[in-house]
T-cell receptor, first 116, second 117 residues
Framework: DTGVSQNPRHKITKRGQNVTFRCDPI?????LYWYRQTLGQGPEFLTY????????KSRLLSDRFSAERPKGSFSTLEIQRTEQGDSAMYLC??????????????FGPGTRLTVT | AQKVTQAQTEISVVEKEDVTLDCVYE???????LFWYKQPPSGELVFLIR??????QNEISGRYSWNFQKSTSSFNFTITASQVVDSAVYFCALSEAGGGGADGLTFGKGTHLIIQP
């Protein structure tokens, strides 16, 4: 069984460009989360999906950010018109269904975004 | 609003010493979940433990132990006989139960633990 995977692992882009990241959760997990982590800080919650429904969005998720999970499996996070302040590690996590009553979130390796 | 405070930014100890990482949390919910994660130099967050607010029993797993005290809103983590491989950043996190425990986690800023040989 593989864990959460994220692609690409690293992305360097110029300011103003759009970028898209992909997350593949653990196969039986129906909940998927996106976080952002900057240097020296803990991860900050961005958004959460249960199956294909986006149930929660943080105020950190500005209009330039959009996330989708079209078939309830993989998810994408797009950032439009990137700014230097968007430079961070973007983490994806997944969690089993509520009936499992475990609530642990299992994290992927992250995508490190550098905006120049 | 929920908040997690890890006051120790960095701790450095010599191998085989015991070390305790502090975590203090704030929440208005009566039902919540507390977590510890380890982030080694490779960067991937590793789940260590989950505790719900109704279970105040301390837990021990090998060299790791956790002390949950609701009276002081603390969930401290102790490593006994530390090893160089324990060197990492450790995060404490909180989830309120409004979403059935499925809400996003609120993390502290982390404690960078350095174990010197």
């Amino acid at each position: 069984d593989t864990g959460v995977s994220q692609n690409p692992r690293h992305k360097i882009t110029k300011r103003g460009q759009n970028v898209t990241f992909r997350c593949d959760p653990i196969s039986e997990h129906n909940r998927l989360y996106w976080y952002r982590q900057t240097l020296g800080q803990g991860p900050e919650f961005l958004t959460y999906f249960q199956n294909e429904a986006q149930l929660e969005k943080s105020r950190l998720l500005s209009d330039r950010f959009s996330a989708e999970r079209p078939k309830g499996s993989f998810s994408t996070l797009e950032i439009q018109r990137t700014e230097q302040g968007d430079s961070a590690m973007y983490l994806c996590a997944s969690s089993p269904p509520p009936l499992a009553a475990t609530y642990e979130q299992y994290f992927g390796p992250g995508t490190r975004l550098t905006v120049t | 609003a929920q908040k997690v405070t890890q006051a120790q930014t960095e701790i450095s100890v010599v191998e085989k010493e015991d070390v305790t990482l502090d975590c203090v949390y704030e929440t208005r919910d009566t039902t919540y979940y507390l977590f510890w994660y380890k982030q080694p130099p490779s960067g991937e967050l590793v789940f260590l433990i989950r505790r719900n607010s109704f279970d105040e029993q301390n837990e021990i797993s090998g060299r790791y132990s956790w002390n949950f005290q609701k009276s002081t809103s603390s969930f401290n983590f102790t490593i006994t006989a530390s090893q160089v491989v324990d060197s990492a950043v450790y995060f404490c996190a909180l989830s309120e139960a409004g979403g059935g425990g499925a809400d996003g986690l609120t993390f502290g800023k982390g404690t960078h633990l350095i174990i010197q040989p």
